[in-house]
């Protein structure tokens, strides 16, 4: 009787070194690292892609601390706090009037928003 696996080496014997013990432990160890670990080389991958992400929202947010920073220089002067309180919030003196005008475009556009949101 003989065996198969002699039979398929004498086959194909390109395949022989697949008989080695070292080589089988290897291509082991090497499957068991890259997938099944808890260190395994998806798991990094995720990781890393978590961390790209997250240094993308820590240089977004620096990036809005700056601006806020800056608007918080320009509020120390009253007149800026003036000019930004008439823009934002339509503020005004006692004896001003205050005219808000829209074009038609933006009622087209409130429309669609409105119909988009429907």
């Not at 700056?66 to 608007?71: A, L, M, S, T, Y």
């Amino acid at each position: 009787m003989t065996n198969p696996l002699n039979n398929f080496f004498t086959q194909y014997p390109f395949l022989k070194f697949l008989s080695n013990r070292y080589v089988i432990v290897l291509v082991f160890f090497i499957i068991w690292m890259l997938f099944l670990d808890n260190t395994s080389y998806l798991l990094h991958q995720d990781l890393n892609k978590q961390i790209d992400e997250l240094e993308a929202n820590k240089k977004y947010y620096q990036d809005e601390i700056k601006k806020d920073n800056q608007n918080i220089k320009k509020l120390q002067n009253l007149d800026h706090v003036e000019h930004y309180a008439r823009e934002k919030y339509y503020m005004k003196r006692d004896s001003e009037d205050i005219y808000i005008i829209e074009y038609e475009e933006d009622e087209l556009r409130k429309k669609d928003s409105i119909a988009d949101l429907q």
